[in-house]
């Protein structure tokens, strides 16, 4: 069964779990959200069910601009309380996030806001590379390099770039951690990344 990036998007956003995780839930669920969410909550991966539907319209907005004044972002993190906006984890993780932002220059902050374009670029570029292969296996092939360059250019399939705070962690684990110890549904809202002369 095909699962949509949206079906994927909407359990997350139900849940708080993990982009893979959801994927997983549903391809074992058949598609079916509800089914999905249950399962989830039996493996301890979401806490509530409901917890993606309670609004995060408080947060902060961090900044990071590198020493040599030519690189910088500005990030937005949403949570659910005034409370948590201002805890010290929820402040530092969206400032690292400003600085990871800064370094790694991703393009979106999730796999939705890759441009569709894009993605069928690379798709078709591994098509190339790998005509040669078995037609029983090419479209794995093909998948997978298309999700290797997808790990490189979305914020939350990227590893954290101080891989010695946040030992090897993508942005998502560490967003997922943070949302499980505050209880709030954490969002990445949005980014801007500036560098001069880009």
Not at 134 to 140: A, F, Q, S, T
Request: aromatic share 4%.
């Amino acid at each position: 069964m095909s699962i949509s990036a949206q079906d994927v998007k909407a359990l997350r956003e139900r849940t708080g779990a993990g982009m893979m995780d959801c994927r997983k839930a549903l391809v074992e669920a058949d598609g079916d959200i509800e089914k999905a969410i249950e399962a989830l909550r039996i493996k301890g991966i979401a806490k509530a069910g409901r917890r993606g539907e309670r609004a995060a319209s408080e947060g902060t907005v961090q900044s990071y601009i590198h020493a040599n004044g030519k690189i910088g972002a500005l990030v937005e993190v949403d949570c659910e309380t005034d409370f948590v906006g201002r805890n010290e984890d929820f402040v530092g993780f969206a400032r690292d996030l400003a600085l990871h932002i800064a370094a790694a220059g991703p393009v979106s902050v999730d796999d939705e806001g890759v441009p569709a374009e894009d993605v069928e670029r690379e798709r078709r570029i591994a098509e190339e590379q790998f005509a040669d292969r078995p037609d029983r296996i090419r479209p794995n092939i093909v998948q997978g390099r298309v999700d290797s360059w997808l790990k490189d250019v979305v914020l939350l399939r990227q590893v954290h770039v101080n891989t010695e705070k946040y030992e090897g962690q993508t942005i998502e684990q560490i967003r997922a951690a943070l949302a499980s110890r505050t209880g709030e549904n954490i969002v990445i809202r949005r980014f801007t990344r500036f560098a001069v002369g880009d």
